[in-house]
C-alpha cells in the first residue's frame, strides 16, 4: 500500500477525497508499475493515494502461474479482494488497471473459465462504483506469430504448456470479443497496444514502453476528469525496470522482504 501527498488539484473533488488504485497484471505491468503509479500519484496530489497491486512474471487471474524459480497464486484471490473491499469504503474514487490477460490461456484455461473471471472482477467493481482501465490482449497469434514461432514462445515462457496454437488463437479471439462487448460508461477497452511490443509480441519493448505507458496514464486522467498532461519518458521506464527486478529477485525469489500492504 501506498498514501502519499503532493500538490497539484482534481477537478470536481474536494481536498479531501481519496483515491484508490488497483494495477492487476503480470510481467508487462511489473516492467511499468512503479512509473505509473508514480505518473498517476503526482497528477492526483494533493489528494491521498492507495495502491494495491497483483503482478509478476506469467502470472494468471485464474490459473497458478510464473517463471521459472517464481510461483504466483491467482491474481484475482479471495484476499485481495478482501482487501479491496476493505480499503474501498473510504475512497471517493476508484480506478482498476486489468492488463496481462493472457497468460491463463496458456495454462490451459479455458476460454469460458477466464471469461468468467473477468466477469467476477467486472462485478466486484461495479458493486464498488468503480471506473476500470482493461487491456485487450494484444497478440493476434495468426497475424503476429506463426506456428514454429508459438512453439519457441511456449517452451521459453510456459515450458510446461503443451497448448496448441489454433486453441491458443481462438481463446484470444474469444476473450477479446467478451472484452468488446462489455465496454460501457464503466469499463474502457484499451486497445492497438501491440504497436508497442517487442520482438516476442508479448512484452514492451524498452525503446517503445514509455509511450504505452503514457497512452494508459492519459486515459486513467481521462477517466479520473485529471486535468494533468503528465507523461512518462524513458529514464522513467529504466528505474521503473530496476525496482521492478529488485521485487522480482529480493521479494519473490529470495524472499528477504516482506511485500508492503497492498501488494499480492
Not at 466477469?119 to 494484444?138: C, G, M, P, Q
Amino acid at each position: 500500500m501506498q498514501t502519499q501527498s503532493h500538490s497539484l488539484g482534481v477537478s470536481g473533488y474536494s481536498s479531501e477525497s481519496k483515491y484508490l488504485l488497483v494495477f492487476l497484471g503480470a510481467s508487462n505491468l511489473g516492467r511499468g508499475f512503479t512509473a505509473l503509479s508514480n505518473c498517476l500519484v503526482k497528477a492526483l496530489s494533493p489528494h491521498p493515494v492507495e495502491i494495491i497491486n497483483a503482478f509478476g512474471p506469467g502470472r494468471g487471474y485464474c490459473a497458478k502461474g510464473g517463471l521459472l524459480f517464481v510461483k504466483y497464486p491467482p491474481v484475482w484471490g479471495e484476499d485481495i479482494r478482501l482487501f479491496i473491499r476493505e480499503k474501498a469504503r473510504d475512497c471517493s474514487r476508484i480506478l482498476v488497471l486489468v492488463t496481462d490477460i493472457g497468460n491463463d490461456i496458456m495454462y490451459g484455461v479455458p476460454a469460458e473459465d477466464v471469461i468468467r473471471c473477468l466477469e467476477d472482477i467486472f462485478r466486484e467493481f461495479k458493486n464498488l462504483n468503480a471506473h476500470l482501465l482493461v487491456s485487450a490482449i494484444h497478440v493476434d497469434l495468426e497475424k503476429d506469430l506463426n506456428e514454429n514461432y508459438f512453439r519457441i514462445l511456449r517452451t521459453f515462457f510456459y515450458p510446461r504448456s503443451r497448448v496448441k496454437f489454433a486453441t491458443a488463437a481462438a481463446s484470444v479471439k474469444q476473450i477479446n470479443r467478451f472484452l468488446e462487448n462489455s465496454r460501457n460508461r464503466h469499463i474502457h477497452l484499451l486497445k492497438g497496444m501491440q504497436e508497442y511490443t517487442g520482438a516476442d509480441k508479448i512484452h514492451y519493448s524498452l525503446s517503445k514502453s514509455h509511450k504505452g505507458w503514457s497512452r494508459v496514464a492519459e486515459e486513467a486522467f481521462r477517466m479520473l476528469d485529471c486535468p494533468t498532461q503528465k507523461r512518462i519518458n524513458l529514464l522513467h521506464m529504466v528505474h521503473s525496470i530496476f525496482s521492478y527486478l529488485y521485487r522480482l529477485i529480493f521479494l519473490d525469489v529470495l524472499r528477504l522482504h516482506k511485500k508492503t500492504e497492498g501488494s499480492f
